[in-house]
């Protein structure tokens, strides 16, 4: 189980609150409640979003996708690691990537979205830029590669997650694993913690990330995107610590290397009736974690710095209690499954739901079980 006093849920609840609320079947909320327009109408906006309205209503259609949170976590029984086990502790002894993404595609799954780098700082890739990865490690298996090959294979489109929260990385970064951290980053919530520095040494400061580090994320992102051809989604997580300006630089970044992918910076823990630009904007999607949009549905259109986006929205929620495979965390119930899947359906969003390898490098087959019930279950 995890040993820190606090999870990564608690950390984004605390400080990315911000997400979507409403869209029902053929129609539209309009941003301010003025009414509600038809599909046709819709067709008419263009909105001020980099993809084309075609593009992002791809990406909704494919609607559930599985979430893959799997790595140095997994072996330390850590959600939220220090940083400092050796490579070596990661050491699956039956990886088998192939058998997540049949899984997926068994289970009515259209995407994968995988964990590339979390909180640890280890990487599933054999990456340049540091020796914290699989090359160095018990088991050398390039699982980024594996994972886009196995995605190919299977008809399942590939999506990377990457945490710009980094343990072992740091570069002189200040992680919200660090004593006397506050984790707030709305824009008042920053200014108030400038009075209370300025008038108090001991107040707490925010997390954030050097320029160092910044320059290594944005080596790191060129090695995901350059290296294991077209990818469907990329998931930066703990987007808040990276500050606005890099922020728009990476999302540009990303989207010139990869035009056609769709990004999401994480906004956190919430229904998504909020945006918090200061926290995660810009980005392609809005993030949902472990709640649902309103009854009313995703507000998929949003007024931004005066600007209106076409923003879908993405539920993403562990098929048990924890993100990374713990040996006693068994799926949720099959009916509470059921109602998340069909709430996401009727409110307008995708569903992501996570699933962890075990120890071996295998979903163990009480979560595939679990699966199998709920796609009978859906009529998928």
């Not at 993809?51 to 072996?75: D, N, P």
């Not at 986006?309 to 993100?323: A, M, Q, R, S, T």
Request: hydrophobic share 35%.
């Amino acid at each position: 189980m995890t040993t820190n006093a606090f999870s990564r849920r608690d950390f984004i609840a605390k400080a990315g609150q911000g997400v979507v609320a409403a869209s029902g079947a053929g129609y539209v909320f309009q941003e301010g409640g003025g009414g509600i327009a038809s599909a046709a109408q819709d067709e008419q906006k263009r909105g001020s979003q980099r993809l084309s309205l075609e593009q992002l209503r791809k990406w909704e259609a494919m609607g559930y996708g599985m979430f893959i949170h799997f790595g140095m976590s997994t072996f330390v029984q850590n959600e939220l690691p220090d940083g400092k086990a050796p490579a070596t502790a990661y050491a699956p002894d039956r990886l088998d990537v192939d058998q997540w993404i049949s899984v997926a595609r068994d289970a009515g799954m259209k995407y994968a979205v995988l964990t590339t780098k979390h909180v640890a700082g280890h990487c599933l890739w054999p990456s340049r830029h540091t020796t914290y990865t699989v090359a160095n490690s018990t088991n050398k298996t390039n699982v980024v590669e594996a994972f886009v090959k196995a995605c190919e294979k299977r008809g399942v489109l590939p999506g990377f997650y990457y945490c710009s929260w980094d343990n072992h990385n740091r570069f002189g970064s200040r992680t919200p694993s660090d004593p006397n951290v506050k984790w707030d980053f709305g824009t008042d919530k920053f200014a108030e913690m400038e009075r209370q520095t300025h008038g108090n040494p001991n107040a707490p400061l925010p997390a954030y990330t050097t320029s160092v580090y910044q320059s290594f994320q944005t080596a790191q992102i060129n090695e995901l995107l350059t290296q294991f051809g077209k990818i469907m989604e990329v998931w930066i997580d703990i987007p808040g610590v990276l500050g606005r300006g890099y922020r728009e630089y990476l999302y540009n970044y990303i989207a010139r290397l990869q035009p056609e992918t769709v990004v999401m910076m994480n906004s956190g823990i919430d229904t998504g009736e909020k945006y918090n630009v200061d926290y995660a904007w810009p980005s392609d999607l809005i993030a949902i974690e472990r709640r649902l949009p309103p009854e009313s549905g995703h507000k998929k259109w949003r007024t931004i710095e005066g600007k209106e986006y076409y923003i879908p929205g993405e539920v993403c929620d562990p098929i048990g209690k924890d993100w990374f495979w713990v040996e006693n965390d068994r799926p949720r119930a099959d009916e509470d499954l059921l109602k998340q899947f069909q709430a996401c359906k009727a409110r307008g969003v995708n569903l992501l739901l996570d699933v962890g390898p075990d120890k071996h490098g295998l979903i163990p087959d009480y979560y595939v079980q679990a699966l199998m019930r709920l796609r009978k279950n859906a009529g998928l």
